[in-house]
């Protein structure tokens, strides 16, 4: 998942940042015990390569940098991905604010990958966004060449909405899909769902 735009800061997309727990997640704010696994994880080419803002190399200078501007933003969140019992950093998640409105962005550590964490968390930051925001459409996007992310998008409900580029820092200008989900269609599946 790529978040495509430098965060603008509507106001009408803040949100606190609760605690969310999920059947094997606990996402919270990222802090500095996740430097560490985050620079450990986050320090790899293949990972950075499907996010727009990501650097590569990642060391402990840009995980400070991207716990700073955690703590300094006005509008959308940011998790750091637990897991459940062992609080082990898996990725991150989160809620950016693009000048297309709020968008669902995420990664996952390589050595995670294939466990279903980003399906999971994505799901909650979903249903987050329609439940203490008041945006009807919610976006996605995700590099062409990442099935793993869209089978992730598509999960949640998501439908297409078109091709566009992206300006990766590692990758360069790059195309992408980009995905919606609007507040009815939501509504709907929540509703489904509980059936």
């Known amino acids: 998942m790529v978040a495509e735009a430098e965060d603008s800061e509507d106001e009408s997309y803040a949100i606190d940042c609760p605690v969310l727990v999920t059947e094997r997640l606990v996402m919270r704010a990222p802090d500095e015990r996740d430097i560490a696994q985050l620079v450990e994880l986050?320090?790899?080419?293949?990972?950075?390569?499907?996010?727009?803002?990501m650097p590569h190399p990642y060391g402990e200078a840009e995980g400070r940098a991207f716990l700073a501007m955690t703590k300094a933003r006005r509008a959308g969140i940011a998790y750091a991905l637990t897991l459940a019992g062992t609080d082990t950093f898996v990725g991150c998640a989160g809620l950016n604010t693009t000048d297309r409105g709020l968008e669902l962005g995420y990664w996952i550590g390589e050595p995670h990958w294939k466990k279903g964490y980003a399906t999971e968390a994505a799901h909650a930051l979903v249903d987050l966004a329609f439940q203490k925001t008041s945006i009807q459409v919610l976006q996605a996007s995700t590099r062409v060449i990442n099935p793993a992310s869209r089978r992730v998008i598509h999960k949640c409900g998501f439908q297409y909405a078109?091709?566009?580029?992206?300006?990766?820092?590692?990758?360069?200008?790059?195309?992408?899909?980009?995905?919606?989900?609007?507040?009815?269609?939501?509504?709907?599946?929540?509703?489904?769902?509980?059936?």
């Open 42 to 53: 986050a320090d790899n080419r293949h990972v950075a390569e499907m996010l727009a803002r």
């Open 162 to 195: 078109g091709q566009g580029m992206l300006n990766s820092i590692v990758a360069g200008q790059v195309p992408v899909e980009r995905y919606r989900l609007d507040r009815k269609t939501w509504t709907s599946l929540r509703n489904w769902i509980h059936f």
